[in-house]
């Protein structure tokens, strides 16, 4: 199975306090939990973070996580942001058991263009970003590559289109649109209201108000 090492250290102080307190030392506040285990409070070397995160999927990679001399296998199951800054602000692992399923959401990705664009005008529109799938942590794909080269205008691929790999079951609806070819828009031309009179180009308005005007001039 492949992994992303890192590395964590343990913290037996907790609250809003302390957090905010590593925050501004460059620290991430972290939790690591897992059926078999107690949760156990951990910082994290904020930079070395963003750097991973940078790289690689984390919903979907398996982290080779040290703490105290000790390797474990985890996933990152959720990250808190800052709301407005780029800074993370929590998160939390949890342990991987050897032979436990677990479901995680994967990426997709696209390959080729559709004919539909290539030859019709069309645009590919994309309904979803990932599949959730189940899983030994051993067998998680790190993506789904799906060929888009022979959709049509009108025409999707569904979930369920999408082989996979042994040992992982889809649990995303196999009826849920993956990609649409769409038709390319046409902007409708300006039609007059039913019953309206259809607009006097400006040149005639300005003609008859002069002939007014003479005809005035000459009473």
Known sequence: MAS?????TTRADTGKGVARKLRAAGQVPAVIYGHA???????LEHHALQLLLEKHSYQSTVIAL?????????????????????QIVHVDFQELVAGEKITVPVPLQFSGVPDGVRLGGG???????????????????????VDVTPLTIGHSIHAGE?????????????????CVCAAPKVEAEAVPAEGAAPSEPELIRKAKADEEAAAAAKK
């Open 4 to 8: 992303v090492p890192f590395s964590a």
């Open 37 to 43: 285990r107690e949760a156990q409070s951990l910082q």
């Open 66 to 86: 040290t703490v105290e001399g000790k390797t474990v296998n985890t996933l990152i199951r959720e990250i808190q942001r800052h709301p407005f800054k780029k």
């Open 123 to 145: 645009m590919l529109d994309q309904i979803l970003h990932e599949l959730q799938v189940t899983c030994d942590p051993a067998n998680i794909p790190h993506h789904f590559v």
């Open 162 to 178: 999408i082989v996979m790999p042994a040992g992982v079951t889809l649990e995303t609806d196999a009826d849920a649109t993956i």
